[in-house]
């Protein structure tokens, strides 16, 4: 009988050789301590510091993750938030050591590291215990928020406390009546003579919006101004603490914002959830009703800001996909290497001693799978991680404009396609383990359960999908999918030149990437005149598109391997060799639904859905 699984350690978080292949014989990194931006940095300080994220994670996150998913948080009688044994210490841990502020600036408490590095070590701690690792992943985009949209009174105030891990930081958009439709809040923020503005209005599904983890709480909220026209474009951004501050920034008296209750959510259970109230907790600051805020960046331009945030946290849920697919990959793998059932099929004495299930072929067939939508995944990540750092440091003012193009035509699809197939290889994990799987004795159940939860954060599938053709695909009258296509062209153009293999999987990778822009210009051949059919066939467009853009990544990883030898390297080119064989020929019947514009969405009838 299989035991049950207790320990977490190194080799079942995320796999250490892969991510130096990715960032050192990919990426390489080493160049960019070469840059002004990173001046007196150098590879083996970036591998001191994912080496000191690896070991937080292991012996600080990763323990008590089972106990935060078993032991949800909870109110006391005094009406705080009560966390496990672990997170405090854990999170103590990690902002003594620097990660709270690893990519920010050192200007405001930061270290300055790439934020190629930064997402690396982030991956680490996600890996481990993705509901402890959300508060400082929020906390780092809050700080990011306001440092490009932020007044510099604002920056000094908020962003240190933040880089040194004494205060947290949210996101305040979605409302009860208002999901996705934003344009729809009710908040609103009320102007005052001293310049501040008191909000009033309840906000939902917010991570990390009360607890006693850190000093502060900075509420970046979405709310209307009085005189603020309908729609998004009278939406403005809000700085609201938890406590406010004294002068010289110490911690004064409680804001206005009251915790109405908690949510209770499938997977991510460690990170409290919460519905706020502002201005409604019958707390006066100064005498007066309401939230004390100030207004981020310029009245009516909210969304504009949030979307900093927005996107950065994008890109970390993605990233946490990932990681949760490479957990659940990496102990499916241990576990058919040790798990003994069954006998080859050519096998003819019954005594004879049973294999190890790693041996039959649908069992590798499902871990060849997982691995190639783990690590493809990841380099994906990695390189829109690299993107950042180009946009950041780059002496080319064009090439700086480009990375940024290039990564907000990606962001959509870095959020989404780990977020549905790095959960595929969670179900897979499950599988490989059989009926023990299913059970709470080991993991890979709560993994995919924690998972789940992220083709829903930070905007749906379908609201990425629409993000994508709607908006990304059309910016610029098409710049920026022009600039993917020709990033991908230079890809396959260097496979060709390799020839052999390499440039076999290059002649496929045109030959979808040709079809797919063919289909994009019949979905959008009546311009603007055609949206209403372009737009309900997004989603088979935004999967068609990650797929192909992840076998990119995998060529791109294959052309990295060239004339290294061993079973590290031998494995990627299988993994290549697998997702171009089995998941690159998924577009084909997908593109050809989408050149035929379908309207089966369009007309069904709410009546025939019974």
């Known amino acids: 009988m299989a035991t049950t699984e207790t320990t977490t350690d190194q080799g079942t978080l995320l796999s250490r050789r892969d991510l130096r292949f990715l960032l050192h014989d990919w990426l390489d990194v080493a160049a960019l301590a070469e840059r002004e931006a990173f001046a007196g940095q150098s590879a083996e300080l970036y591998d001191e510091v994912l080496a000191l994220a690896e070991r937080l994670a292991v012996e600080r996150f990763a323990p008590h993750n089972r106990a935060a998913d078993e032991h949800e948080p909870h109110v006391d009688q005094d009406g705080r938030v009560v966390l496990v044994e672990g997170v405090r210490e854990a999170l103590a841990a990690y902002a003594e050591a620097g990660f709270g502020g690893l990519a920010l600036p050192e200007e405001v408490g930061g270290m300055n590291l790439p934020t190629t590095i930064s997402q690396a070590a982030l991956a680490w701690q996600q890996a481990a215990n993705v509901g402890t690792a959300a508060y400082p992943m929020i906390a780092t985009a ?37 999901g996705s439709s934003l344009g729809d809040i009710a908040t609103r923020a009320e102007p005052q003579a001293d310049g501040s503005f008191r909000l009033f209005g309840s906000k939902m599904w917010i991570s990390g919006g009360e607890h006693e983890l850190t000093e502060n709480i900075v509420h970046l909220v979405l709310a209307k101004l009085p005189d603020a026209p309908a729609g998004t474009k009278g939406i403005s951004l809000s700085l609201v603490p938890r406590f406010l501050l004294e002068d010289g ?8 914002v009251a915790l109405v209750g908690l949510n209770h959510k499938m997977g991510w259970r460690g990170t409290v959830n919460t519905v706020l109230a502002f201005g409604e907790g019958g707390q006066r600051p100064g005498g ?42 990496r102990k499916a793998l241990r576990y058919a290497r040790e798990r003994p059932q069954g006998r080859p099929l050519g096998a003819k004495d019954p005594a004879a001693p049973q294999s190890p299930i790693v041996e039959h072929p649908d069992v590798r067939r499902m871990l060849l799978a997982q ?46 396609w780990p977020s549905q197939w790095c959960l595929e290889a969670n179900a ?25 939860l992220n083709p829903i954060h930070e905007g749906t599938h379908g609201i990425q999908a629409l993000d994508l053709l709607g908006r990304k ?27 052999g293999e390499a440039a076999q999987l290059a002649d496929a990778l045109a030959g979808t990437l040709e079809r797919l822009l063919e289909v994009t210009g019949i979905l959008w051949g009546d311009g ?20 192909l853009v992840v076998a990119w990544i995998w060529l791109e990883q294959w052309l990295a391997t060239a004339g290294r030898e061993g079973d590290f390297h031998d494995g990627k080119r299988q993994a290549a060799r697998y997702y171009f064989r089995h998941e690159l020929p998924r577009t084909g019947p997908q593109l050809d639904l989408l050149a035929a514009r379908d309207r089966t969405m369009l007309e069904t009838r709410d009546a025939w859905l019974d």
């Open 142 to 178: 809050a700080a990011n928020l306001l440092l490009a949209t932020g007044s510099e009174e604002q920056i000094a105030t908020w962003v240190p406390p933040i880089a040194e891990g004494r205060f947290a930081g949210t996101m305040c958009l979605s409302e009860t009546q208002a």
């Open 249 to 256: 920034g110490s911690i004064g008296e409680r804001n206005d």
């Open 288 to 329: 007066a009703p309401g939230a004390v805020g100030w207004i981020v960046g310029e009245p009516g331009q909210g969304l504009a800001g949030m979307f900093h945030m927005m996107n950065e946290a994008r890109i970390g849920v993605g990233l946490g996909a990932v990681a949760l697919g490479s957990t659940g990959y």
């Open 371 to 416: 691995k190639s939508y783990v690590e493809g995944g990841l380099g994906l990540l990695m390189y829109c991680a690299k993107l950042v750092d180009d946009e950041r440091s780059l002496d080319d003012a064009e090439a700086r404009a480009r990375a940024r193009l290039l990564l907000e035509v990606l962001t959509p699809i870095a959020k989404s």
């Open 428 to 452: 897979l994990a499950i599988q490989v383990h059989g009926g023990y799987g299913y059970t709470r004795d080991y993991e890979v159940e709560q993994h995919y359960r924690d998972n789940r």
């Open 473 to 499: 695909v059309t910016m610029q009258r098409g710049a920026g999918l022009a600039l993917l296509a020709e990033t991908i062209g230079a890809t396959v153009a260097r496979a060709r030149h390799e020839g």
């Open 528 to 547: 603007p005149a055609g949206a209403e059919v372009a737009l309900a066939n997004a989603t088979a467009y935004l999967e068609a598109a990650g797929h």
